[in-house]
């Protein structure tokens, strides 16, 4: 199993520009969480979905960020227009009901 | 917020046993105690999780006291991998978010 998978696993992008985030979870999981790590805040939820619906958005910051889960083998995380305070690494996670989550490597991104 | 104290920062020797604590007053009838580590620039790492009983498995051992209000966690010989920040979390089911505190830094020492 190749575990989740997340692109690109680094990203440095001027202010403004969109960036986009890629997740394919676990095969057979059938939940899908996003989460962010700064150093200020530590790891913090943004979003997580049951069976590809969004469940529990409260963590996304504004409406500079939006995500996507269009089926059960990929999510999205944008943000646009990107903000120098938008620099984190941006972790995804999957489960299977009931299990424990799993997570992959993350995506490092800049914003200069 | 997060539902769990744990120390800031802890050393252990290497080959000897680390005993990570952790305390969870508040914890509910139906909440589980997990444990996961995260190495340096990597993402969590899933160790163990229990409700009431003591766990094992080939990673480490989960100790839970029988109030359940605190737990510990221990690696039986820790070795200079198992360098890491240690979070305890309590929470539902694993289809639920996980709430992530500060955690515990451990070092190895050789």
């Known amino acids: 199993d190749a575990g989740v998978i997340q692109s690109p696993r680094h990203e440095v992008t001027e202010m403004g520009q969109e960036v986009t985030l890629r997740c394919k979870p676990i095969?057979?999981?059938?939940?899908l969480f996003w989460y962010r790590q700064t150093m200020m805040r530590g790891l913090e939820l943004l979003i997580y979905?049951?069976?590809?619906?969004?469940?529990?958005d409260s963590g996304m910051p504004e409406d500079r960020f939006s995500a996507k889960m269009p089926n059960a083998s990929f999510s999205t995380l944008k943000i646009q227009p990107s903000e120098p305070r938008d620099s984190a690494v941006y972790f995804c996670?999957?489960?299977?009901?009931?299990?424990?989550?799993?997570f992959g490597p993350g995506t490092r991104l800049t914003v200069l | 917020d997060a539902k769990t104290t744990q120390p800031t920062s802890m050393d252990c020797a290497e080959g000897r046993a680390a005993n990570l604590p952790c305390n969870h007053s508040?914890?509910?009838?139906?909440?589980?105690v997990y444990w996961y580590r995260q190495i340096h620039s990597q993402g969590p790492q899933y160790i163990i999780h229990?409700?009431?009983n003591n766990e094992t498995n080939e990673m480490a051992s989960l100790i839970i006291t029988e109030d359940r209000k605190s737990s510990t966690l221990i690696l039986p010989h820790a070795t200079l991998r198992d360098t890491a920040v240690y979070y305890c979390?309590?929470?539902?089911?694993?289809?639920?978010?996980?709430?992530f505190g500060k955690g515990t830094r451990l070092s190895v020492i050789a």
């Open positions: 979905f049951n069976n590809n619906v969004p469940i529990d």
């Open positions: 508040t914890i509910s009838g139906n909440e589980y």
């Open positions: 996670a999957s489960t299977l009901w009931g299990d424990t989550q799993y």
């Open positions: 979390i309590v929470g539902g089911s694993g289809n639920t978010p996980l709430v």
């Open positions: 095969s057979g999981h059938n939940s």
């Open positions: 229990g409700l009431k």
